[in-house]
């Protein structure tokens, strides 16, 4: 079992930047990917961005690439987001999800994750 936990969300003006935060625990050496995902009032959640943990080979959507960066920091057990140039189309909860093995499913889809933190809400004004 792998728990994750998300922190450093909160309110930004456009322009500005946030870090976000996943640290992990549990049965954390059976991670392979750990992922963002983000998902806005009424609308379906998306995904972000991923990180492999052993060789950190990044992707990112294409709307926040050039923008965000995914980092980890494996003596933590801790992976992260740095959010720049902040839009308000980015505001939503943000979610950290960990996959722990091959699925049929994409790295950048739902299914592809076996285990999600509750979420840090990221509010950008304009």
């Known amino acids: 079992q792998v728990q994750l936990v998300e922190s450093g969300g909160g309110l930004v003006q456009a322009g500005g930047s946030l870090r976000l935060s996943c640290a992990a625990s549990g049965r954390t050496s059976s991670i392979y990917t750990m992922g963002w995902f983000r998902q806005a009032p009424g609308k379906k959640r998306e995904f972000v961005a991923a990180i492999k943990w052993s060789g950190g080979i990044t992707r990112y959507a294409d709307s926040v690439t050039g923008r965000f960066t995914c980092s980890r920091d494996s003596a933590k057990n801790t992976v992260y987001l740095q959010m720049n140039s902040l839009k308000p189309e980015d505001t939503g909860v943000y979610y950290c999800?960990?996959?722990?093995?091959?699925?049929?499913?994409?790295?950048?889809?739902?299914?592809?994750?076996?285990?999600w933190g509750r979420g840090t809400q990221v509010t950008v004004s304009s």
């Open positions: 999800a960990a996959g722990i093995s091959r699925t049929i499913a994409p790295m950048s889809t739902d299914d592809y994750y076996d285990y």
